[in-house]
């Protein structure tokens, strides 16, 4: 039987082959492209969001001051978040908004403008520090301030507006009320514990008989009377030409209570009595 094939059927079964080959080799090389390619990109990177946030930031310290150097309250008003803390109160932006236009106006020469660069702290919103030159020349005034930047519905808006003075000031009253409140409590405190000491009440006992007899004389006290280390008290009658000081008492600033009372002297203080006087009346730490 002869064996041999055409040349035209060599030919296709070649072709044929050679097709085959090249579709085996494009599925390999799609497989292999798929594999090698890179995965759908991530999150941005904590740096670069910061860096982006920071910008957010910039530009509305930018177009903050250039609104109000052009007194354009317009441009001014869709800075501002729904609620604003400003210069140490909370207030809406409707307000905040009122009240830069009535300053505005009251000052047309006013002109702002920001010196140096700013500086960032970074947290979930963004402080911008900064120094404003601000007023009408030839002498206008240079004041640190600070906006507070946060993203609200996906748009930077000014959280906080203030500056240096005002928390200056803020600490300031802070620090007082708290003095007050811890010397409020020590005074309540020594005040108790006095008038409950068995000595002091019969010295109170005393005195309120001797009054009874007296037209022209009535129970009260003097003080407290604060000093800078610590403050006194003292109890006795009061009459027209003076007071007469029967009962005294004064808690140092260490806490230590010291009681006198007159025909007795200086009183034994029980050591309970002492801790929670001291307790009360040791001033608190500096922050």
Not at 7 to 36: D, K, N, P, Q, Y
Not at 74 to 96: I, M, R
Not at 186 to 195: F, I, Y
Request: glycine share 8%; aromatic share 6%.
């Amino acid at each position: 039987m002869n064996m041999s094939c055409p040349r035209s059927l060599i030919f296709v079964a070649l072709l044929a082959g050679l097709m085959a080959c090249r579709r085996s080799e494009t599925t390999s090389t799609a497989a292999a492209s798929a594999s090698a390619a890179p995965a759908a990109p991530s999150a941005a990177p904590i740096s670069a969001t910061l860096a982006l946030t920071r910008e957010q930031a910039r530009g509305v310290l930018v177009a903050w001051n250039d609104a109000l150097d052009r007194h354009d309250t317009a441009a001014l008003a869709p800075l501002y978040a729904e609620a604003v803390g400003y210069y140490g109160k909370q207030l809406g932006a409707e307000a905040v908004v009122q009240m830069k236009t009535q300053a505005l106006k009251s000052d047309p020469a006013f002109h702002q403008q920001i010196v140096g660069d700013p500086t960032f702290v970074d947290g979930d919103d963004i402080r911008v520090e900064f120094l404003k030159r601000s007023g009408r020349a030839p002498q206008p005034r240079d004041v640190k301030a600070s906006l507070v930047v946060g993203l609200r519905k996906g748009k930077a808006v000014i959280l906080q507006e203030t500056d240096e003075p005002t928390e200056t000031r803020g600490a300031k009253q802070a620090k007082g009320a708290k003095e007050a409140s811890w010397q409020d409590i020590c005074e309540t405190t020594a005040t108790e514990v006095v008038n409950a000491l068995p000595q002091v009440k019969k010295e109170v006992a005393s005195l309120s008989k001797d009054i009874e007899k007296r037209k022209d004389a009535n129970f009260g006290g003097v003080g407290p009377i604060w000093e800078g280390n610590g403050f006194s008290e003292a109890i006795g009658i009061h009459t027209p030409e003076r007071f007469e000081s029967h009962i005294s008492y004064d808690v140092r600033n260490d806490g230590v209570l010291s009681v006198f009372c007159t025909g007795q002297g200086d009183l034994t203080i029980p050591a309970a009595v002492q801790a929670r006087v001291k307790k009360a009346c040791t001033p608190p730490k500096a922050p």
